[in-house]
Protein backbone atom coordinates (compact mmCIF):
# COMPACT_ATOMS: atom_id res chain seq x y z
CA UNK A 1 0.00 0.00 0.00
CA UNK A 2 2.96 2.46 0.92
CA UNK A 3 4.87 1.61 -2.62
CA UNK A 4 1.18 2.58 -4.41
CA UNK A 5 1.06 5.71 -2.86
CA UNK A 6 4.31 6.82 -3.72
CA UNK A 7 4.14 5.77 -7.07
CA UNK A 8 1.10 7.72 -7.41
CA UNK A 9 2.23 11.01 -5.77
CA UNK A 10 5.12 10.45 -7.91
CA UNK A 11 3.01 10.19 -11.07
CA UNK A 12 1.26 13.17 -10.13
CA UNK A 13 3.97 15.04 -9.54
CA UNK A 14 5.51 14.32 -12.99
CA UNK A 15 2.35 15.26 -14.99
CA UNK A 16 2.06 18.48 -13.11
CA UNK A 17 5.54 19.46 -14.38
CA UNK A 18 4.69 17.95 -17.43
CA UNK A 19 1.69 20.18 -18.36
CA UNK A 20 3.40 23.62 -16.81
CA UNK A 21 5.94 23.14 -18.97
CA UNK A 22 3.59 22.82 -22.25
CA UNK A 23 1.62 26.05 -20.71
CA UNK A 24 4.97 28.10 -20.24
CA UNK A 25 5.88 26.98 -23.97
CA UNK A 26 2.54 27.73 -25.51
CA UNK A 27 2.53 31.34 -23.65
CA UNK A 28 6.04 31.58 -24.78
CA UNK A 29 5.19 31.12 -28.52
CA UNK A 30 1.90 33.18 -28.38
CA UNK A 31 4.08 36.19 -27.37
CA UNK A 32 7.24 35.34 -30.13
CA UNK A 33 4.36 35.27 -32.25
CA UNK A 34 2.52 38.61 -31.42
CA UNK A 35 5.91 40.68 -30.40
CA UNK A 36 6.20 44.26 -31.51
CA UNK A 37 9.72 44.27 -33.39
CA UNK A 38 11.47 47.50 -33.19
CA UNK A 39 13.37 48.01 -36.06
CA UNK A 40 17.49 49.32 -35.28
CA UNK A 41 17.95 52.14 -36.95
CA UNK A 42 19.27 53.04 -40.57
CA UNK A 43 20.83 55.03 -41.96
CA UNK A 44 19.45 56.25 -45.79
CA UNK A 45 22.34 58.35 -48.40
CA UNK A 46 22.51 61.19 -50.63
CA UNK A 47 24.80 61.89 -53.02
CA UNK A 48 25.78 63.63 -55.71
CA UNK A 49 26.67 60.86 -57.89
CA UNK A 50 22.90 59.05 -57.10
CA UNK A 51 20.08 59.04 -58.43
CA UNK A 52 16.08 59.14 -56.89
CA UNK A 53 15.53 55.80 -58.76
CA UNK A 54 18.14 53.86 -56.54
CA UNK A 55 17.77 52.50 -53.12
CA UNK A 56 19.09 54.75 -50.79
CA UNK A 57 21.75 52.60 -49.64
CA UNK A 58 25.41 53.38 -49.58
CA UNK A 59 26.37 52.09 -52.22
CA UNK A 60 23.06 52.91 -54.01
CA UNK A 61 22.65 57.07 -52.79
CA UNK A 62 19.85 59.34 -53.59
CA UNK A 63 20.53 62.20 -55.33
CA UNK A 64 18.19 64.79 -53.65
CA UNK A 65 17.36 65.57 -49.62
CA UNK A 66 13.83 66.15 -50.59
CA UNK A 67 13.14 62.55 -51.51
CA UNK A 68 14.95 61.25 -48.55
CA UNK A 69 12.71 62.80 -46.98
CA UNK A 70 9.70 61.97 -48.28
CA UNK A 71 10.43 58.47 -48.25
CA UNK A 72 12.25 58.44 -44.90
CA UNK A 73 9.84 58.11 -41.78
CA UNK A 74 11.14 56.04 -39.15
CA UNK A 75 12.33 57.30 -35.77
CA UNK A 76 15.82 57.28 -35.18
CA UNK A 77 17.10 57.19 -38.91
CA UNK A 78 19.30 59.16 -40.48
CA UNK A 79 19.83 60.76 -44.10
CA UNK A 80 23.58 61.22 -44.38
CA UNK A 81 24.29 63.56 -47.21
CA UNK A 82 27.79 63.40 -48.75
CA UNK A 83 30.50 66.29 -49.47
CA UNK A 84 29.45 68.76 -52.33
CA UNK A 85 26.65 71.25 -53.34
CA UNK A 86 23.74 70.17 -53.48
CA UNK A 87 20.30 71.61 -55.66
CA UNK A 88 17.50 71.53 -54.28
CA UNK A 89 14.32 71.99 -56.10
CA UNK A 90 11.65 70.83 -53.24
CA UNK A 91 11.01 71.33 -49.75
CA UNK A 92 12.28 68.91 -47.64
CA UNK A 93 9.26 67.76 -44.97
CA UNK A 94 10.86 66.25 -42.49
CA UNK A 95 9.28 63.29 -40.08
CA UNK A 96 9.72 63.24 -36.86
CA UNK A 97 12.93 61.39 -35.05
CA UNK A 98 14.66 61.77 -38.30
CA UNK A 99 17.52 63.51 -38.50
CA UNK A 100 19.68 64.95 -41.09
CA UNK A 101 23.68 64.45 -41.34
CA UNK A 102 26.37 66.57 -43.84
CA UNK A 103 29.77 65.98 -44.42
CA UNK A 104 30.96 69.13 -42.32
CA UNK A 105 29.75 72.86 -42.77
CA UNK A 106 33.51 74.11 -42.11
CA UNK A 107 36.95 73.00 -43.15
CA UNK A 108 37.90 70.94 -46.46
CA UNK A 109 34.59 68.49 -46.80
CA UNK A 110 31.33 70.55 -46.60
CA UNK A 111 27.79 69.46 -47.70
CA UNK A 112 26.32 72.77 -48.72
CA UNK A 113 21.99 72.86 -49.90
CA UNK A 114 21.40 75.68 -52.03
CA UNK A 115 17.40 75.84 -52.77
CA UNK A 116 15.94 76.85 -56.04
CA UNK A 117 13.90 80.47 -56.02
CA UNK A 118 10.51 80.11 -54.58
CA UNK A 119 11.11 76.57 -52.64
CA UNK A 120 10.78 78.66 -49.26
CA UNK A 121 7.78 80.95 -50.01
CA UNK A 122 4.71 83.07 -48.78
CA UNK A 123 6.56 83.57 -45.43
CA UNK A 124 3.16 85.04 -43.91
CA UNK A 125 4.66 84.88 -40.56
CA UNK A 126 4.38 80.95 -40.66
CA UNK A 127 7.26 78.79 -40.15
CA UNK A 128 5.95 75.88 -42.51
CA UNK A 129 7.03 77.27 -45.33
CA UNK A 130 10.56 76.50 -44.27
CA UNK A 131 12.68 74.96 -46.91
CA UNK A 132 13.54 72.17 -44.43
CA UNK A 133 10.53 71.84 -41.97
CA UNK A 134 9.57 69.75 -38.79
CA UNK A 135 6.36 68.38 -38.97
CA UNK A 136 3.82 69.05 -36.10
CA UNK A 137 4.48 67.16 -32.66
CA UNK A 138 8.03 66.37 -33.84
CA UNK A 139 10.31 64.36 -30.97
CA UNK A 140 14.03 63.90 -31.41
CA UNK A 141 15.28 65.52 -34.85
CA UNK A 142 18.87 66.14 -34.96
CA UNK A 143 19.93 68.63 -37.83
CA UNK A 144 23.82 69.08 -38.01
CA UNK A 145 27.16 69.13 -40.28
CA UNK A 146 26.05 71.57 -43.61
CA UNK A 147 25.32 74.68 -45.09
CA UNK A 148 21.57 75.82 -45.84
CA UNK A 149 22.00 78.57 -48.33
CA UNK A 150 18.91 80.63 -49.23
CA UNK A 151 19.90 81.50 -52.85
CA UNK A 152 21.10 85.25 -52.68
CA UNK A 153 17.61 86.22 -50.66
CA UNK A 154 15.09 84.35 -53.32
CA UNK A 155 13.71 82.19 -50.46
CA UNK A 156 12.45 83.06 -46.93
CA UNK A 157 13.18 80.32 -44.26
CA UNK A 158 15.94 77.70 -43.55
CA UNK A 159 14.82 75.51 -40.91
CA UNK A 160 11.16 76.10 -39.21
CA UNK A 161 9.39 74.03 -36.56
CA UNK A 162 5.26 73.51 -36.19
CA UNK A 163 3.55 76.80 -35.31
CA UNK A 164 0.14 76.73 -33.12
CA UNK A 165 -1.30 79.67 -33.71
CA UNK A 166 -3.06 81.18 -30.57
CA UNK A 167 -2.47 78.28 -28.53
CA UNK A 168 -2.79 78.43 -24.52
CA UNK A 169 0.20 79.69 -23.11
CA UNK A 170 1.07 76.63 -21.27
CA UNK A 171 -0.33 73.99 -23.49
CA UNK A 172 3.14 71.60 -24.11
CA UNK A 173 0.72 69.47 -25.92
CA UNK A 174 1.83 71.20 -29.16
CA UNK A 175 4.95 71.25 -28.52
CA UNK A 176 8.01 69.45 -30.68
CA UNK A 177 10.07 68.05 -28.23
CA UNK A 178 14.46 67.29 -28.29
CA UNK A 179 15.19 69.69 -31.19
CA UNK A 180 18.66 69.90 -32.08
CA UNK A 181 20.46 71.75 -34.75
CA UNK A 182 24.27 71.82 -34.55
CA UNK A 183 27.40 73.02 -36.61
CA UNK A 184 24.87 74.28 -39.65
CA UNK A 185 25.88 77.69 -41.66
CA UNK A 186 22.55 79.70 -42.42
CA UNK A 187 23.43 82.29 -44.99
CA UNK A 188 21.47 84.74 -47.11
CA UNK A 189 17.74 83.92 -46.14
CA UNK A 190 15.02 86.76 -46.73
CA UNK A 191 13.27 86.35 -43.42
CA UNK A 192 14.75 83.62 -40.93
CA UNK A 193 17.32 81.51 -41.26
CA UNK A 194 16.15 79.37 -38.20
CA UNK A 195 12.68 79.70 -37.06
CA UNK A 196 12.19 77.67 -33.25
CA UNK A 197 8.66 77.61 -32.37
CA UNK A 198 6.56 75.73 -29.76
CA UNK A 199 10.01 73.25 -28.89
CA UNK A 200 10.55 71.80 -25.03
CA UNK A 201 14.11 70.76 -25.25
CA UNK A 202 17.23 70.37 -27.26
CA UNK A 203 20.24 72.61 -28.57
CA UNK A 204 21.12 74.83 -30.67
CA UNK A 205 24.99 75.11 -30.90
CA UNK A 206 28.17 75.75 -33.15
CA UNK A 207 25.82 77.24 -35.90
CA UNK A 208 26.78 80.63 -37.75
CA UNK A 209 23.70 82.79 -39.19
CA UNK A 210 25.48 85.59 -42.21
CA UNK A 211 22.54 87.75 -43.03
CA UNK A 212 19.53 85.76 -42.70
CA UNK A 213 17.50 87.98 -41.37
CA UNK A 214 15.20 91.06 -42.21
CA UNK A 215 15.12 94.78 -41.90
CA UNK A 216 13.06 96.48 -44.63
CA UNK A 217 10.35 99.09 -44.27
CA UNK A 218 9.67 98.62 -40.46
CA UNK A 219 9.37 94.60 -40.70
CA UNK A 220 12.19 93.27 -38.97
CA UNK A 221 13.07 89.45 -38.04
CA UNK A 222 16.00 87.83 -36.81
CA UNK A 223 18.19 85.52 -38.15
CA UNK A 224 17.16 82.91 -35.01
CA UNK A 225 13.81 83.69 -33.82
CA UNK A 226 12.25 82.19 -30.91
CA UNK A 227 8.78 81.79 -29.91
CA UNK A 228 6.95 79.45 -27.21
CA UNK A 229 9.87 77.38 -26.57
CA UNK A 230 11.47 75.44 -23.53
CA UNK A 231 14.30 74.22 -21.79
CA UNK A 232 16.29 75.16 -24.87
CA UNK A 233 20.12 75.25 -24.69
CA UNK A 234 22.11 78.03 -27.26
CA UNK A 235 25.70 78.21 -27.58
CA UNK A 236 28.42 79.00 -29.47
CA UNK A 237 26.46 80.74 -31.89
CA UNK A 238 27.65 83.39 -34.26
CA UNK A 239 25.45 86.19 -36.35
CA UNK A 240 27.58 87.96 -38.89
CA UNK A 241 27.27 90.63 -42.09
CA UNK A 242 28.92 89.93 -45.26
CA UNK A 243 30.11 91.70 -47.93
CA UNK A 244 27.95 90.38 -50.11
CA UNK A 245 25.13 93.27 -49.70
CA UNK A 246 26.65 96.07 -52.55
CA UNK A 247 23.42 98.23 -51.95
CA UNK A 248 23.59 101.97 -50.36
CA UNK A 249 22.24 102.40 -46.92
CA UNK A 250 20.61 99.73 -44.45
CA UNK A 251 21.46 95.88 -45.64
CA UNK A 252 17.78 95.05 -46.11
CA UNK A 253 18.49 91.50 -45.17
CA UNK A 254 20.60 91.60 -42.22
CA UNK A 255 18.06 91.79 -39.63
CA UNK A 256 18.54 90.95 -35.98
CA UNK A 257 20.74 88.64 -34.18
CA UNK A 258 18.05 86.70 -32.20
CA UNK A 259 14.18 87.55 -31.70
CA UNK A 260 12.30 86.50 -29.09
CA UNK A 261 8.07 86.48 -30.33
CA UNK A 262 4.89 85.43 -30.40
CA UNK A 263 4.04 82.76 -27.23
CA UNK A 264 6.23 82.96 -24.41
CA UNK A 265 9.65 81.07 -23.70
CA UNK A 266 10.74 79.68 -20.28
CA UNK A 267 13.68 78.25 -18.59
CA UNK A 268 16.12 79.14 -21.80
CA UNK A 269 20.11 79.00 -21.21
CA UNK A 270 21.78 81.13 -23.64
CA UNK A 271 25.43 81.79 -23.62
CA UNK A 272 28.85 82.04 -25.75
CA UNK A 273 27.53 84.09 -28.34
CA UNK A 274 28.63 86.61 -30.90
CA UNK A 275 27.04 89.51 -32.48
CA UNK A 276 28.76 91.71 -35.05
CA UNK A 277 26.09 93.53 -37.24
CA UNK A 278 25.63 96.73 -39.20
CA UNK A 279 25.18 99.40 -36.68
CA UNK A 280 21.75 101.81 -37.48
CA UNK A 281 20.54 105.10 -36.34
CA UNK A 282 18.17 104.53 -33.64
CA UNK A 283 14.27 104.83 -35.59
CA UNK A 284 16.65 105.96 -38.56
CA UNK A 285 13.32 106.48 -40.70
CA UNK A 286 10.93 103.82 -40.96
CA UNK A 287 13.51 101.03 -39.54
CA UNK A 288 14.18 100.10 -35.88
CA UNK A 289 17.94 99.97 -34.61
CA UNK A 290 19.06 97.16 -35.48
CA UNK A 291 19.30 95.02 -32.76
CA UNK A 292 21.59 91.81 -30.80
CA UNK A 293 18.82 90.41 -29.48
CA UNK A 294 14.94 91.43 -29.17
CA UNK A 295 12.31 90.28 -26.72
CA UNK A 296 9.37 92.35 -28.87
CA UNK A 297 6.95 92.38 -26.10
CA UNK A 298 6.42 89.29 -25.43
CA UNK A 299 6.46 87.23 -21.68
CA UNK A 300 9.50 85.63 -20.76
CA UNK A 301 10.70 83.51 -17.42
CA UNK A 302 13.92 82.58 -16.23
CA UNK A 303 15.83 83.00 -19.66
CA UNK A 304 19.48 83.26 -18.68
CA UNK A 305 22.13 85.19 -21.04
CA UNK A 306 25.86 85.74 -20.33
CA UNK A 307 29.40 85.72 -22.14
CA UNK A 308 27.72 87.63 -25.02
CA UNK A 309 29.66 89.68 -27.43
CA UNK A 310 27.73 92.22 -29.32
CA UNK A 311 28.06 95.02 -31.34
CA UNK A 312 24.79 96.61 -31.24
CA UNK A 313 22.07 97.57 -29.05
CA UNK A 314 19.70 94.91 -27.37
CA UNK A 315 15.84 95.13 -26.45
CA UNK A 316 14.18 93.78 -23.58
CA UNK A 317 10.81 94.77 -23.73
CA UNK A 318 8.18 92.11 -22.25
CA UNK A 319 4.51 92.32 -22.32
CA UNK A 320 2.25 93.84 -19.17
CA UNK A 321 -1.07 93.69 -20.69
CA UNK A 322 -3.43 91.24 -19.18
CA UNK A 323 -6.18 91.38 -22.23
CA UNK A 324 -3.51 89.69 -24.87
CA UNK A 325 -4.91 86.08 -24.03
CA UNK A 326 -2.52 84.16 -26.10
CA UNK A 327 0.52 86.12 -25.33
CA UNK A 328 1.46 84.13 -22.50
CA UNK A 329 0.98 83.80 -18.74
CA UNK A 330 2.08 86.47 -16.27
CA UNK A 331 5.58 86.40 -15.08
CA UNK A 332 5.40 84.37 -11.74
CA UNK A 333 9.17 83.93 -10.55
CA UNK A 334 11.14 83.62 -8.24
CA UNK A 335 13.86 83.53 -10.87
CA UNK A 336 14.49 86.45 -13.35
CA UNK A 337 12.44 87.06 -16.11
CA UNK A 338 15.22 87.95 -18.86
CA UNK A 339 18.93 88.29 -17.10
CA UNK A 340 21.62 89.15 -19.11
CA UNK A 341 25.28 88.92 -17.52
CA UNK A 342 29.03 88.75 -17.66
CA UNK A 343 28.74 90.02 -21.33
CA UNK A 344 30.26 92.74 -23.69
CA UNK A 345 27.75 95.59 -25.76
CA UNK A 346 30.16 97.65 -27.77
CA UNK A 347 27.66 100.67 -29.05
CA UNK A 348 28.98 101.70 -32.74
CA UNK A 349 28.77 105.35 -34.44
CA UNK A 350 25.47 106.55 -34.79
CA UNK A 351 23.78 104.25 -32.34
CA UNK A 352 22.13 106.53 -29.29
CA UNK A 353 21.52 103.78 -26.59
CA UNK A 354 22.78 100.62 -25.80
CA UNK A 355 19.58 98.64 -23.59
CA UNK A 356 16.22 99.15 -24.38
CA UNK A 357 14.82 97.74 -21.20
CA UNK A 358 10.87 97.80 -20.02
CA UNK A 359 10.08 94.62 -18.58
CA UNK A 360 9.05 93.38 -14.99
CA UNK A 361 11.66 90.81 -13.59
CA UNK A 362 14.87 91.70 -15.94
CA UNK A 363 18.40 91.85 -14.72
CA UNK A 364 21.54 93.22 -16.58
CA UNK A 365 24.64 92.87 -14.41
CA UNK A 366 28.23 91.99 -14.05
CA UNK A 367 28.46 93.44 -17.88
CA UNK A 368 30.91 95.77 -19.78
CA UNK A 369 28.99 98.67 -21.78
CA UNK A 370 31.12 100.66 -23.98
CA UNK A 371 29.73 103.65 -25.42
CA UNK A 372 32.98 105.58 -26.40
CA UNK A 373 31.95 104.86 -30.30
CA UNK A 374 28.90 105.56 -29.99
CA UNK A 375 27.48 109.06 -31.29
CA UNK A 376 24.31 111.30 -31.13
CA UNK A 377 23.39 114.31 -33.33
CA UNK A 378 23.17 117.02 -30.93
CA UNK A 379 27.07 116.76 -30.00
CA UNK A 380 30.28 116.11 -32.19
CA UNK A 381 31.78 114.39 -29.02
CA UNK A 382 31.62 110.41 -28.51
CA UNK A 383 29.55 108.84 -26.31
CA UNK A 384 26.22 107.25 -25.99
CA UNK A 385 23.01 109.26 -25.07
CA UNK A 386 21.62 106.73 -22.75
CA UNK A 387 22.80 103.43 -21.67
CA UNK A 388 19.51 101.98 -20.87
CA UNK A 389 16.21 103.37 -22.20
CA UNK A 390 12.38 102.91 -21.94
CA UNK A 391 10.33 104.11 -24.92
CA UNK A 392 6.77 103.50 -23.68
CA UNK A 393 5.20 99.68 -22.73
CA UNK A 394 3.41 99.91 -20.08
CA UNK A 395 4.17 99.75 -16.01
CA UNK A 396 7.44 97.44 -14.94
CA UNK A 397 8.57 96.37 -11.40
CA UNK A 398 11.60 95.06 -10.03
CA UNK A 399 14.25 95.61 -12.10
CA UNK A 400 18.41 95.72 -11.52
CA UNK A 401 21.00 97.36 -13.16
CA UNK A 402 23.94 96.42 -10.72
CA UNK A 403 28.01 95.60 -11.23
CA UNK A 404 28.38 96.79 -14.73
CA UNK A 405 30.93 99.29 -16.09
CA UNK A 406 29.36 101.87 -18.34
CA UNK A 407 32.10 103.81 -20.14
CA UNK A 408 30.96 106.78 -22.38
CA UNK A 409 27.99 108.44 -20.99
CA UNK A 410 26.38 111.59 -22.56
CA UNK A 411 23.45 112.48 -20.49
CA UNK A 412 21.33 109.55 -18.63
CA UNK A 413 22.25 106.39 -16.89
CA UNK A 414 18.46 105.57 -17.67
CA UNK A 415 15.59 107.21 -18.74
CA UNK A 416 12.14 105.39 -18.68
CA UNK A 417 9.07 107.05 -20.00
CA UNK A 418 6.93 104.30 -18.14
CA UNK A 419 6.18 103.87 -14.72
CA UNK A 420 8.12 101.90 -13.05
CA UNK A 421 8.09 99.89 -9.13
CA UNK A 422 11.30 99.08 -7.14
CA UNK A 423 13.55 99.96 -9.70
CA UNK A 424 17.57 99.25 -8.33
CA UNK A 425 20.76 100.88 -10.17
CA UNK A 426 23.36 99.89 -8.00
CA UNK A 427 27.28 99.28 -8.31
CA UNK A 428 28.24 100.39 -11.05
CA UNK A 429 30.78 102.18 -12.29
CA UNK A 430 30.21 104.89 -14.86
CA UNK A 431 32.68 106.90 -16.96
CA UNK A 432 31.36 109.79 -18.64
CA UNK A 433 32.13 110.75 -21.93
CA UNK A 434 35.28 112.94 -22.93
CA UNK A 435 33.39 115.96 -23.18
CA UNK A 436 34.39 119.45 -23.31
CA UNK A 437 31.87 120.47 -20.53
CA UNK A 438 28.84 118.75 -21.02
CA UNK A 439 26.10 118.88 -18.24
CA UNK A 440 24.41 115.22 -17.48
CA UNK A 441 21.89 114.13 -15.74
CA UNK A 442 22.20 110.69 -14.03
CA UNK A 443 18.13 109.51 -13.94
CA UNK A 444 15.61 111.21 -15.73
CA UNK A 445 12.07 110.21 -15.65
CA UNK A 446 8.71 112.20 -17.60
CA UNK A 447 5.52 110.25 -15.62
CA UNK A 448 3.52 110.19 -12.26
CA UNK A 449 3.76 107.24 -11.17
CA UNK A 450 7.14 106.14 -10.23
CA UNK A 451 8.13 105.05 -6.56
CA UNK A 452 11.22 102.74 -5.00
CA UNK A 453 14.05 103.88 -7.16
CA UNK A 454 17.43 102.53 -4.87
CA UNK A 455 20.26 103.91 -6.57
CA UNK A 456 23.36 103.27 -4.60
CA UNK A 457 27.01 102.07 -4.18
CA UNK A 458 27.68 103.50 -7.85
CA UNK A 459 30.66 105.88 -8.73
CA UNK A 460 30.44 108.36 -11.44
CA UNK A 461 33.64 109.65 -12.71
CA UNK A 462 34.87 112.28 -15.37
CA UNK A 463 38.75 112.24 -16.80
CA UNK A 464 38.61 115.98 -16.05
CA UNK A 465 36.98 118.70 -14.23
CA UNK A 466 33.99 119.82 -15.09
CA UNK A 467 32.07 123.34 -13.86
CA UNK A 468 28.34 123.14 -15.62
CA UNK A 469 25.52 121.74 -13.54
CA UNK A 470 24.49 117.80 -13.10
CA UNK A 471 21.80 116.34 -11.98
CA UNK A 472 20.61 113.17 -9.93
CA UNK A 473 17.66 112.80 -11.47
CA UNK A 474 15.20 115.22 -13.42
CA UNK A 475 11.95 115.31 -13.99
CA UNK A 476 10.27 116.12 -17.27
CA UNK A 477 6.61 117.22 -16.45
CA UNK A 478 4.47 116.13 -13.55
CA UNK A 479 4.31 116.84 -10.17
CA UNK A 480 6.03 113.31 -8.65
CA UNK A 481 4.02 112.70 -6.23
CA UNK A 482 4.49 109.28 -5.87
CA UNK A 483 8.02 109.25 -6.55
CA UNK A 484 9.80 107.46 -3.29
CA UNK A 485 13.41 106.51 -2.63
CA UNK A 486 17.18 106.66 -1.92
CA UNK A 487 19.87 108.07 -3.13
CA UNK A 488 22.94 106.43 -1.37
CA UNK A 489 26.44 105.82 -1.06
CA UNK A 490 27.12 106.97 -4.57
CA UNK A 491 30.69 108.66 -4.69
CA UNK A 492 31.68 110.75 -7.97
CA UNK A 493 34.38 112.98 -9.02
CA UNK A 494 35.67 116.13 -10.83
CA UNK A 495 32.11 116.85 -11.35
CA UNK A 496 29.06 118.95 -9.29
CA UNK A 497 26.14 117.63 -8.39
CA UNK A 498 23.23 118.82 -6.01
CA UNK A 499 23.66 118.23 -2.13
CA UNK A 500 19.64 118.66 -1.80
CA UNK A 501 16.91 115.74 -2.42
CA UNK A 502 14.64 115.76 -5.88
CA UNK A 503 11.06 115.92 -4.21
CA UNK A 504 10.57 112.38 -2.86
CA UNK A 505 13.91 110.67 -2.87
CA UNK A 506 16.36 110.95 0.09
CA UNK A 507 20.38 111.72 -0.41
CA UNK A 508 22.66 109.94 1.74
CA UNK A 509 26.34 109.43 2.21
CA UNK A 510 27.04 110.70 -1.52
CA UNK A 511 30.85 112.24 -1.72
CA UNK A 512 32.57 114.18 -4.12
CA UNK A 513 36.32 111.81 -3.96
CA UNK A 514 38.74 110.75 -6.23
CA UNK A 515 38.49 106.72 -6.63
CA UNK A 516 42.09 105.69 -7.11
CA UNK A 517 41.32 103.29 -9.74
CA UNK A 518 43.91 101.30 -10.46
CA UNK A 519 44.79 102.63 -13.86
CA UNK A 520 47.59 101.26 -16.03
CA UNK A 521 46.72 99.35 -19.34
CA UNK A 522 45.62 96.46 -18.71
CA UNK A 523 41.85 94.92 -19.28
CA UNK A 524 39.27 97.64 -18.75
CA UNK A 525 38.28 95.54 -15.24
CA UNK A 526 41.58 96.27 -14.27
CA UNK A 527 41.95 99.52 -14.96
CA UNK A 528 38.33 100.49 -13.23
CA UNK A 529 39.49 98.12 -10.19
CA UNK A 530 39.84 99.89 -6.83
CA UNK A 531 43.65 99.77 -5.67
CA UNK A 532 44.53 99.79 -2.34
CA UNK A 533 43.74 102.39 0.00
CA UNK A 534 40.98 103.77 -2.59
CA UNK A 535 37.53 105.09 -0.84
CA UNK A 536 35.66 102.65 -2.96
CA UNK A 537 37.31 100.00 -1.35
CA UNK A 538 34.48 98.42 2.15
CA UNK A 539 32.76 101.67 1.54
CA UNK A 540 29.26 100.54 0.40
CA UNK A 541 25.61 99.90 2.09
CA UNK A 542 24.21 96.04 1.53
CA UNK A 543 22.01 95.47 -0.59
CA UNK A 544 20.09 92.20 -0.55
CA UNK A 545 20.01 90.15 -3.48
CA UNK A 546 22.70 92.35 -5.02
CA UNK A 547 25.97 92.60 -2.68
CA UNK A 548 25.19 88.99 -0.89
CA UNK A 549 28.60 87.23 -0.89
CA UNK A 550 30.66 90.79 -0.34
CA UNK A 551 34.13 90.43 1.85
CA UNK A 552 35.32 92.70 3.66
CA UNK A 553 34.07 95.13 6.81
CA UNK A 554 31.40 96.18 3.78
CA UNK A 555 30.29 95.94 -0.18
CA UNK A 556 32.94 98.01 -2.09
CA UNK A 557 31.37 101.09 -4.35
CA UNK A 558 31.25 100.19 -8.34
CA UNK A 559 31.44 97.66 -10.24
CA UNK A 560 34.47 95.76 -9.27
Same mark, same amino acid.
Given at each position: MQTYILS????????????? *?????????????????? =? =????????????????????SPWLTLAYACSHVSHAGDTIVLGAGTFDETQQCLLASGVNIKGAGNTGSSITTLVYAPGVSTNFSWMPNSAAIFLQPLSQGNTLSGFVLDGNNWTNDIGIGTARYPYAAWNDNSVNSTNITVHNVNFTHWNWVGLWITEVTGGSIYSCNFVESGNQNNGAV??????????????????????? *?????????????????????????????????LQPITAWAGANTPNLGIEFAHVRAQNIQVYNLTT???????????????????????????????????????SVGYAVELAGSYTRVDHSVIDGRKGSVGWTTDPGVYQFFADYGNGSFANTRIDHNLLLGLLDNVYGPSTAFQNLTIANN??????????????????????????????????????????????????????????????????????????????LIGNLNVNPKFTGGSGTLQQIYTPASGSPLLNGGIVIPGITDGYTGSAPNIGAY
Open positions: YLVSRTMWRGVIQ *SAFLFTLMAFATANAVVV =A =APQSHYVSLTGSNSNKGTSSLGMLSIGGASGLQIYSVNFSKDS *SYTGTGIDPHQGYGIKFWDRPSVNLTLHDITIANTTLSIVLDTSTSDTHAGAPYEGPEDAVRIYNSTLTVQPTIVLAKTSNQSFTLFSTNVNADSNLLFANNVVYSATPRTTSSYWMQVNGGNMTSLTGYIEKNYYYNLTLPTTAPAGLS
